[in-house]
């Protein structure tokens, strides 16, 4: 027996059907001859023939026997029963399967069955007299027998899922069976004429939309017309008109912005380009194109407002004072673009609007982070649909003016991708010595950047292409000291607070013992962003206390914050209590601002295998073979001792990245300190890559580094000689509480806490 699979047919019992010889070929396992029997399975989806699994098949199908092949290889099938279908097992080429006949409900009388059928046949004679094709089908139609023939027949144009094609076959009720197949041809013939009326009334409306439009541009006309004669009725023509005539655009510009006002005039208001050449000359018309003349500049008005509203950044200010002299001796924008770098929360972009309020001008901050594509920049042609100009000119028609102070944010966080590569948009932006001629591909017109002062912030130039950066200059922005951070939470967060939360000045105490508890046991970061969310906290919850009670006066104590704030939240690495071989404190910086961080290493019986954990990154790793190198060299008699141990080298916390060239002397000093067995004293900390000669190499963030070697306790730190010249930029404050012994060999270090 031929088992052949099925899918999104009508099968039902005693009706004919004619195949290709391939039809049946393919599937069967012995030679093809008439009078063989054939079973129908029914698939529940269209799935390839390797993929077929027992369960893909619906539990009910049809045999079949070949009646005869003709000579032109058509086989003509008839089916017979329906049958359950039971062990299917499928094979390479073919597939077998065991059937047993399905017994049938006899419910539905021959004569009304012949009768249906005959109302089926009229219906359907009717249906397809008034088409071109109606006596081809009608010959069709008049050669049927019965309702299985006609549905089967018109099975590939019923509107019926597989599922509702399978459920007729699965119908024991033949009156049921009967209905189904009566209603899927009604509808069949209900939804043909359906179909007709719709394109007939398409058509209709068609036409009417071709008159509408012949009218409306006959309006058009008139409307023109009238708005001669009456000039207050103003169109959108004639505003564009008068804008670009009072706009003092360059030559360029005004030419383009003509020849897209004469296209809105020839497309109408109903045009399919209307609203593109709108908001086109809507945008242009709405940028300042005037140069407006320089004003001086009074440098000590413009430190008052710097020092208003920010405490501390002493070097950032003193620079920022510089460039505004620059441009008021140049009278234009000049000097250097400055990239304002540093941990987030330090001020970095609110200065920006400092900076715009001290020189009396405009501002736009751009946000920059995640943009990776380079239309983001120029802007997209304006033959793509939906295209927008670039957020530049977008900050610079923002502002109201051209010559606005413009801070593009987070710098180091461009991408790019297969749209192209922003960071490159972005040199003929803050390029002096190109960017007056800035062409927006959305505008396709210059338009002249010289006079708009860019300011770019980041958290790090790692990430900032070559090109970019060299265009700029880094100012950093160390962080803020605890002193420093206790002047802005009294100068500027608690009074910024206060008004937030409805609090009245005098109604709310916090001494400084509480803000310094708050700086040092609920924020870590270099700036005051985590500060100003805990003082908000705070105030949030002494509202609810001044609403139960208006007539309390609020005074925060220590005791306090743990019910205002709950459990202290860092818990900051701190000096180690007990000196032990292996183990010494260097010293880290992260983008949240300078840690300590302890190496640690230890030797146990082994054949020499080094061990390192601790997520370190290549450089690390590089850093531990140059120290393991000069420690061989500096103690051979003691290292010989890794000859017969393994040496485990880690540095927690396990869980964290750690990569940077700054751990080398701390290394060299661990190691030196295991296999002598000298313990480093725990008042020491250090920082500093070291080279294969022994010499300590110059490191970075230096100020953070300093600042968390002084909050952690520690007394006395290392530092490479070549950064001597970066301890103008630690706080006072800090430098009063530590030791700093500047190093240019790693035997310094040595000869003072290992000796000989």
């Given at each position: 027996m031929i088992v052949r699979p099925m899918y999104n047919l009508v099968l039902l019992p005693d009706v004919n059907y004619y195949f290709k010889n391939d039809f049946l070929k393919d599937w069967s396992p012995v030679q093809i001859e008439a009078q063989e029997r054939i079973l129908f399975l029914v698939l529940r989806d269209n799935k390839p023939r390797e993929e077929l699994q027992p369960e893909d098949f619906y539990p009910i199908g049809v045999s079949a026997r070949i009646d005869s092949i003709e000579e032109d290889g058509s086989i003509h099938v008839h089916t017979l029963e329906r049958v359950d279908i039971s062990e299917i097992e499928i094979h390479d080429g073919y597939i077998e399967a065991e059937a047993c006949v399905r017994a049938e409900v006899d419910d539905l009388p021959k004569e009304e069955e012949s009768e249906r059928f005959t109302r089926i046949q009229r219906a359907l004679l009717q249906f397809v007299q008034k088409y071109q094709w109606g006596m081809w089908a009608r010959s069709y139609i008049l050669q049927w027998n019965n309702m299985e023939e006609a549905v089967c027949t018109l099975t590939e144009y019923l509107n019926l899922t597989p599922d509702e094609k399978y459920q007729i076959l699965a119908a024991d009720s033949e009156r049921e069976r009967f209905n189904r197949m009566e209603q899927a041809i009604y509808e069949l013939v209900e939804v043909s004429k359906v179909s007709e009326e719709a394109q007939s009334a398409q058509k209709d409306d068609q036409e009417q939309l071709y008159r509408e439009a012949a009218i409306k541009k006959q309006i058009g006309y008139l409307q023109q017309e009238l708005d001669e004669m009456h000039p207050e009725n103003v169109t959108d023509i004639q505003m564009f008109e008068k804008k670009i005539e009072e706009s003092k655009m360059n030559e360029t510009a005004r030419k383009e912005a003509e020849k897209v006002l004469g296209r809105m005039k020839q497309e109408g208001q109903d045009g399919h380009e209307y609203g593109m050449l709108y908001d086109y000359l809507?945008?242009?018309?709405?940028?300042?194109?005037?140069?407006?003349?320089?004003?001086?500049?009074?440098?000590?008005?413009?430190?008052?407002?710097?020092?208003e509203d920010h405490y501390g950044l002493k070097k950032v200010k003193e620079r920022i004072i510089q460039q505004i002299a620059v441009m008021s001796l140049n009278k234009k924008q000049s000097g250097s673009i400055l990239l304002f770098t540093g941990a987030p929360g330090t001020g970095k972009t609110s200065i920006g609007?400092?900076?715009?309020?001290?020189?009396?001008?405009?501002?736009?901050?751009?946000?920059?982070?995640?943009?990776?594509?380079?239309?983001?920049?120029?802007?997209?042609?304006?033959?793509?649909?939906?295209?927008?100009?670039?957020?530049?000119?977008?900050?610079?028609?923002?502002?109201?003016?051209?010559?606005?102070?413009?801070?593009?944010?987070?710098?180091?966080?461009?991408?790019?991708?297969?749209?192209?590569?922003?960071?490159?948009?972005?040199?003929?932006?803050?390029?002096?010595?190109?960017?007056?001629?800035?062409?927006?591909?959305?505008?396709?017109v210059p338009y002249d950047l010289s006079n708009v002062l860019f300011i770019c912030t980041a958290n790090t130039t790692d990430t900032i292409p070559e090109p970019l950066l060299n265009r700029m200059e880094v100012i950093s922005f160390s962080g803020y000291t605890e002193v420093e951070k206790l002047q802005i939470a009294k100068r500027h967060l608690?009074?910024?607070?206060?008004?937030?939360?409805?609090?009245?000045e005098e109604k709310l105490e916090i001494p400084e013992d509480v803000l310094r508890q708050i700086i040092t046991e609920y924020t870590m970061?270099?700036?005051?962003?985590?500060?100003?969310?805990?003082?908000?906290?705070?105030?949030?919850?002494?509202?609810?206390?001044?609403?139960?009670?208006?007539?309390?006066?609020?005074?925060?104590?220590?005791?306090?914050?743990?019910?205002?704030?709950?459990?202290?939240?860092?818990?900051?690495?701190?000096?180690?209590?007990?000196?032990?071989?292996?183990?010494?404190?260097?010293?880290?910086?992260?983008?949240?601002?300078?840690?300590?961080?302890?190496?640690?290493?230890?030797?146990?019986?082994?054949?020499?295998?080094?061990?390192?954990?601790?997520?370190?990154?290549?450089?690390?790793?590089?850093?531990?073979?140059?120290?393991?190198?000069?420690?061989?060299?500096?103690?051979?008699?003691?290292?010989?001792?890794?000859?017969?141990?393994?040496?485990?080298?880690?540095?927690?916390?396990?869980?964290?990245?750690?990569?940077?060239?700054?751990?080398?002397?701390?290394?060299?000093?661990?190691?030196?300190?295991?296999?002598?067995?000298?313990?480093?004293?725990?008042?020491y900390a250090m920082t500093g890559e070291v080279s294969l000669r022994g010499y300590v190499l110059p490191i970075g963030g230096l100020p953070e580094k300093l600042m968390a070697a002084q909050r952690a306790g520690i007394e006395k730190v290392f530092i490479p000689q070549d950064n001597v010249e970066d301890l103008e930029d630690v706080a006072e404050e800090v430098k009063e509480r530590l030791t700093i012994i500047p190093v240019r060999k790693i035997r310094d270090v040595l000869d003072v806490l290992i000796g000989e």
């Open positions: 809507d945008f242009l018309t709405s940028l300042s194109w005037e140069m407006p003349e320089s004003s001086p500049v009074d440098l000590d008005e413009a430190q008052r407002i710097l020092d609007q400092s900076i715009a309020r001290a020189l009396g001008r405009s501002y736009a901050r751009i946000s920059l982070g995640g943009v990776r594509d380079e239309a983001e920049i120029r802007g997209h042609r304006r033959t793509y649909i939906g295209a927008m100009p670039g957020r530049i000119m977008q900050g610079i028609k923002r502002s109201g003016s051209s010559n606005p102070v413009v801070v593009l944010d987070e710098v180091d966080k461009l991408s790019k991708d297969y749209s192209g590569d922003p960071a490159s948009a972005l040199l003929e932006v803050l390029d002096p010595e190109q960017n007056n001629t800035f062409t927006d591909h959305y505008l396709n608690i009074p910024k607070a206060e008004k937030a939360m409805g609090i009245p970061e270099s700036g005051v962003r985590g500060l100003k969310k805990q003082i908000d906290a705070m105030c949030r919850a002494l509202a609810v206390r001044l609403v139960k009670n208006p007539d309390e006066k609020l005074s925060v104590q220590p005791g306090d914050l743990r019910t205002l704030l709950g459990r202290k939240q860092l818990h900051h690495d701190m000096r180690l209590t007990e000196a032990d071989p292996g183990t010494v404190t260097g010293l880290a910086w992260t983008a949240a601002g300078g840690e300590i961080l302890y190496i640690e290493s230890r030797l146990m019986r082994g054949d020499g295998k080094v061990t390192i954990t601790g997520q370190l990154g290549d450089v690390m790793k590089e850093s531990i073979q140059i120290a393991l190198s000069l420690v061989k060299i500096y103690y051979p008699e003691e290292t010989k001792v890794l000859e017969d141990h393994d040496l485990h080298i880690h540095i927690p916390a396990g869980a964290i990245p750690k990569d940077g060239p700054s751990a080398g002397i701390t290394l060299v000093t661990a190691l030196s300190s295991l296999v002598t067995g000298k313990a480093v004293p725990t008042e």
